[in-house]
């Protein structure tokens, strides 16, 4: 019997793709005259958001592309934050595809599994897709198939020492809340 979660993190390379898809969707919705907007992650504008996600990619590229992850956080360069988001997705899924066999990665000098690394930054990734639509003011929800292996994925990578500092405490939710609503709430972000 598999372990719940297990799955999940057995398709990691799989679940980042789908996640980088659903958030390229997202990019598609933001034009300059939004960056400035608030968002739900606290106190980020939308423009503080995409070069956070634009760091979590550079993050996910590195570790396809050299094995390891450089900590050091490089400033945003000049141009258009959402192209270069795009061309920064593309050149991830590009990377990701070209590993053969997929196995460690080094965080910081910590060896994390590539079924680890590339899960937790599926769960990054979707959420903050869903983050700049919000901030775009459209409703778009994570397809369910995806938020529900999140979902199961979400309690491994967000934590009790992560609240509230890098996500809000968990909110209700209904019973009959779909799966993408209640990783939202788990993750403190009002639908």
Known sequence: MIEEGAAA????????ERAVNYTLGSLHLVCTRQLPRPTPCGDWTLRELLAHLDDSLLALYEAADLGHVALDVPEAGPGDPVTALKDRACQ????WAAVETPGSVSVGGNPLTTSILTSAG?????????????????????PEPLAEELLEL????????????????PLA???RACASERLLAFTGRHT
């Open 92 to 95: 991830l899924l590009a990377a």
């Open 173 to 175: 939710v209904s019973l």
């Open 122 to 142: 599926a769960v990054e990734l979707a959420v903050h897709g869903w983050d700049v639509a919000r901030a775009c003011g459209h409703d778009r929800p994570l």
């Open 154 to 169: 979400a309690p491994f990578f967000v934590t009790d020492d992560d609240r509230p500092r890098r996500f809000g405490p």
């Open 9 to 16: 993190l057995i398709g990691g390379i799989g679940l980042l």
